[in-house]
C-alpha cells in the first residue's frame, strides 16, 4: 500500500537512489523540483529547502517500510553536502554484494576492506584508502606462512581472516583484469571512491551500509573506554571519520570530520582538544590527506615520482613504531 500523495516524482527519487546508491542534496533538489512542479507550485532546484526533501525520503521511506531497505542519511565528510543513501538493513558485505560477486570476487572485497580498516589503519597513520599498487597486491589471498612486517598490524586481529589464511586455497583469487572490472563496478555501484589523488575508499553510502558491520568486525570489545579502537566516531556529530582531523597527541582518540570541526570552534572560544586540551592543530588527518598532506609526498608530486610507491613508504615509515609495540607484545 502507498502512502497518501506519493506520486511520479517520489518514484523518480526511489529509481534514482536504487540505481545509484546514493542521492546529494543537490540531486535531490532536482528531483525535488520536479515532484513541486507536478503539483503545480513553481520552484527551482536551488530554492528547494531540506525539509521538502526530508518529506520526501519520508513518504518513500513508508512505501518501501515492508522491505529490508532503509534511507540513510549523512554528510558526506570530504565534501560537506547531505547524501541520502538506500541501505540493507542486513548490512555485512556478504549480504550484500553476493548477488553479484562470485565468491572469490566476495572475498577480494573483504580483502580490500581489511587492508582499508586494517593494515593501512594504523595508530600512528590512519591512512584508510588503499592505491591501486594496494588493491592489486590483494588480488589472491595471502599465502598460508608468516606475512612481512608491514602487515604485522593485521594478523591477528580477525579470526575470519585467518580462518582463511590457514584453510587449503579454495579461493584461486582474481587476475589483474577482473580485479579492475571489480573495482570499477563497486564504484559505480557507489560502493567505493576513488579520489583525485587515485586513493580508494569506502563512499559515503558504503560507510553508512556497513556501519554495523564495521564496528563489529574491526573494533576490540576489551578495549576500555578512552583506547584507540580502529573504527572512531567523529567527537562532534558522532558518526564514523574516515576522512577527517586527528588530536596531535597521537595516543589521544578524539577526531573531527572538517565541518564538524568548524562548528565546534565557532561554539568555544579556545581551539583546544575536547579530551586532552592540546592546541588543535588542524593539519593532523585521518584519510588520504594523512599521506598527501606530507612534504615527501608532494616534493615526488613535483618530481612525478610513482605515487604509489612513495605512498607506500610513508605509510611504512610511520607505522614502524606501531609494528615494533605489536612484535613485542605477541
Ligand atoms: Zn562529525
Ligand atoms: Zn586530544
Same mark, same amino acid.
Given at each position: ?69 532503509? #534511507? %540513510?542519511?549523512? @554528510?558526506?565528510?570530504?565534501?560537506? $553536502? ?6 540493507? =538493513?542486513? /548490512? ?30 594504523s595508530q600512528r ?24 612486517s608491514?602487515d604485522a598490524a593485521s594478523s591477528g586481529a ?24 571489480? #573495482? %570499477?563496478?563497486? @564504484?559505480?555501484?557507489?560502493?567505493? $571512491? ?6 580508494? =575508499?569506502? /563512499? ?16 576490540d570489545?576489551d578495549v576500555a573506554?578512552?583506547g584507540w ?22 595516543t ?67 607505522t614502524r613504531d606501531d609494528n615494533e609495540e605489536d612484535d613485542e607484545s605477541e
Amino acid at each position: 500500500m502507498l502512502p497518501p500523495g506519493y506520486n511520479d516524482g517520489h518514484r523518480l527519487f526511489l529509481q534514482s537512489i536504487m540505481a545509484h546508491g546514493s542521492i546529494t542534496f543537490s540531486q535531490a533538489q532536482t528531483i525535488a523540483a520536479r515532484i513541486s512542479s507536478s503539483l503545480g507550485t513553481v520552484q527551482t532546484p536551488e530554492e528547494t529547502p531540506l525539509e521538502a526533501i526530508e518529506h520526501i525520503v519520508n513518504t518513500v521511506g513508508r512505501a518501501i517500510a515492508l522491505h529490508d531497505y532503509q #534511507i %540513510r542519511t549523512s @554528510i558526506d565528510q570530504r565534501t560537506g $553536502e547531505r547524501v541520502w543513501a538506500w541501505v540493507n =538493513t542486513q /548490512s555485512d558485505p556478504a549480504t550484500q554484494m553476493a548477488t553479484t560477486l562470485t565468491p572469490d570476487e566476495l572475498s577480494f572485497v573483504k580483502r580490500v576492506l581489511d587492508a582499508i580498516f586494517d593494515t593501512y589503519n594504523s595508530q600512528r597513520m590512519e591512512k584508510m584508502c588503499v592505491t591501486k599498487a594496494e588493491v592489486l597486491k590483494l588480488s589472491h589471498p595471502p599465502r598460508n606462512r608468516p606475512r612481512p612486517s608491514s602487515d604485522a598490524a593485521s594478523s591477528g586481529a580477525d579470526p575470519a581472516a585467518l580462518a582463511q589464511q590457514m584453510a587449503p586455497s579454495a579461493d584461486k583469487g582474481l587476475r589483474h583484469s577482473d580485479v579492475e572490472r571489480v #573495482i %570499477r563496478d563497486l @564504484i559505480s555501484g557507489g560502493w567505493f $571512491e576513488q579520489s583525485k589523488e587515485k586513493f580508494l =575508499t569506502l /563512499s559515503p553510502r558504503g560507510l553508512m551500509e556497513l556501519q554495523n558491520w564495521l564496528f563489529a568486525s574491526y573494533n576490540d570489545p576489551d578495549v576500555a573506554e578512552g583506547g584507540w579502537q580502529r573504527i572512531k566516531k567523529c567527537e562532534q556529530c558522532k558518526e564514523i571519520v574516515s576522512w577527517g582531523q586527528r588530536c596531535s597527541v597521537w595516543t589521544c582518540i578524539v577526531r573531527l570530520h572538517d565541518g564538524c570541526a568548524d562548528k565546534l570552534w565557532q561554539a568555544r572560544r579556545n581551539h583546544t582538544c575536547p579530551r586532552c586540551n592540546t592546541e588543535w592543530s588542524g593539519d593532523k588527518f585521518v584519510g588520504e590527506r594523512a599521506i598527501t598532506s606530507s612534504r615527501i609526498y608532494r616534493d615526488a608530486k613535483d618530481r612525478r615520482a610513482t605515487m604509489d610507491t612513495v605512498a607506500r613508504d610513508i605509510f611504512n615509515a610511520a607505522t614502524r613504531d606501531d609494528n615494533e609495540e605489536d612484535d613485542e607484545s605477541e
